[in-house]
């Protein structure tokens, strides 16, 4: 082999070695770019703020005494579109409980645990907490007695112990709107009920709907809410 035949082989050897290098580099770019881009979207900062709540459904007292021995709640958790439900259940049941051993006006105690975790963006839609109260006879025959509805609470920094937690929340029984119902229904012993009891928790939507307050029911609920001051929410307690 001659030197300039020599010479022309290094120089295409090396042509070779930087076309195999360039694939190379150009992987190593791209990894580069989406390790800067994860990283971009760790240090990026919530967009939105979580509530977490936390207590029970405590009891329910009716002045004049339940209708029937036994009582249960079914109760929901209602919100806005906006809101996600990151942890916990979104229904319930409580068991049958009576204070028939007691007198007949005594608070009725379930103690039922609460504890959900919401993360939403916009404070529009809070949650709401939607109980329907039953009744039970001796004889297994459920009968509605009322339903009661409350705001999740925005602030509870307050120890656990402190008595200002408990909320109470009024018992409303549905009354038929007119004579011919009222019989109906006594005939039939059934008492009236609302088709989609999530009307109450707008005030335009159960305009016209005629209730009685038949008791009340307590709840003991705290709140710990985490990011809202980050987006422009300064809340106090």
């Known amino acids: 082999m001659s030197g300039y035949d020599a010479w ?3 120089l295409g050897n090396q042509t070779t070695g930087s076309k195999q290098e360039k694939p190379k580099q150009m992987l190593m770019k791209i990894n ?3 390790k ?12 939105y703020f979580s509530l ?6 405590v009891s329910a ?5 339940p209708d029937k021995e036994f009582v249960f709640l079914r109760y929901e958790l209602v919100a806005g579109s906006d809101w996600q439900l990151s942890s916990g259940p979104q229904h319930g049941l409580t068991q049958l409980a009576t204070n028939k051993h007691g007198h007949f006006n005594e608070p009725i105690v379930f103690n039922m ?5 919401y993360k939403s963006t916009s404070p529009f839609g809070w949650p709401q907490l939607l109980v329907s109260v ?3 006879s001796g004889m297994g025959r459920e009968v509605l007695l009322g339903y009661a509805h409350i705001h999740l609470p925005v602030f509870g920094s307050r120890p656990a112990t402190d008595e200002s937690t408990e909320r109470e929340a009024s018992i409303l029984l549905p009354k038929c709107p007119n004579m011919i119902a009222d019989v109906t229904s006594w005939l039939l012993r059934r008492e009236p009920e609302l088709k989609d009891p999530k009307v109450l928790l707008n005030s335009m939507t159960c305009k016209g709907l005629s ?10 609920l705290h709140t710990m809410m985490r990011g809202a001051r980050k987006l422009g929410y300064k809340w106090h307690a």
């Open 8 to 10: 022309n082989s290094i």
């Open 32 to 34: 580069k770019e989406l």
């Open 36 to 47: 800067c881009a994860k990283e971009a979207m760790d240090s990026k900062p919530t967009s």
């Open 52 to 57: 977490s709540i936390t207590g029970q459904i």
């Open 61 to 65: 007292t009716f002045p004049l005494g």
């Open 113 to 117: 645990p609460i504890e959900v975790t």
């Open 134 to 136: 039953f009744g039970r």
């Open 211 to 220: 209730m009685e307050s038949y008791g009340s029911l307590k709840f003991q």
